[in-house]
């Protein structure tokens, strides 16, 4: 009878253990589907699920940098910078103190924060930081308010555009866009 209220009592701390890990998660059932096809159809678009018979075309959504036109577009556009950081995870790009032959007490840096996968205005905010240096110990450090900014943003929606119907025309299933009847992407 020890050996059963052991087995018990161990079964017991494993499963309270397992739930503090979080394997066990409260879900809100307004989100879930009543329906069990309409359940298991959500789960494999989300790629929470395998399919054991038949076949599976996703096993998930990845967002890989390469995939993100506004990523690879801002990447082009600020390619005559050093760049100090570039984290795709966190969205953010840093170029590092950018000094032009011309004026060497006057550096530029310029940070680009993703805000969205999205093409869209709002989804980039360009940040533009001078260094004026009289003596080489003696810099001030300003956030600039001018149009290069705007310009840089401008550049990297464009050719964010450009990219993603390159992209299209090469692989039209994969984005979801219809060609039209000539075989071009539809400008709407």
Do not use: H
């Amino acid at each position: 009878m020890t050996k059963l209220l052991k087995i018990i009592t161990i079964s017991v701390i494993l499963l309270s253990l397992l739930n503090a890990c979080g394997i066990y998660r409260p879900v809100d059932s307004r989100k879930i589907p009543v329906n069990e096809a309409e359940r298991v159809k959500k789960n494999i678009e989300e790629g929470r699920g395998i399919k054991i018979m038949g076949d599976s075309k996703r096993g998930g959504d990845f967002q890989f940098a390469s995939s993100n036109p506004m990523w690879r577009a801002s990447l082009e556009t600020l390619n005559f910078l050093p760049l100090a950081n570039a984290d795709y995870s966190g969205g953010i790009i840093i170029s590092d103190w950018y000094s032009p032959d011309e004026n060497k007490n006057e550096s530029i840096k310029i940070t680009i924060r993703f805000l969205s996968n999205e093409i869209r205005p709002d989804g980039i905010e360009v940040s533009i930081f001078r260094k004026n240096c009289k003596i080489f110990e003696n810099c001030k450090v300003i956030n600039s308010s001018s149009n290069i900014g705007n310009e840089i943003k401008l550049a990297i929606i464009k050719r964010a555009v450009e990219i993603e119907r390159m992209d299209a025309k090469n692989n039209p299933n994969k984005r979801g866009i219809t060609l039209d009847s000539s075989g071009k992407i539809p400008k709407n």
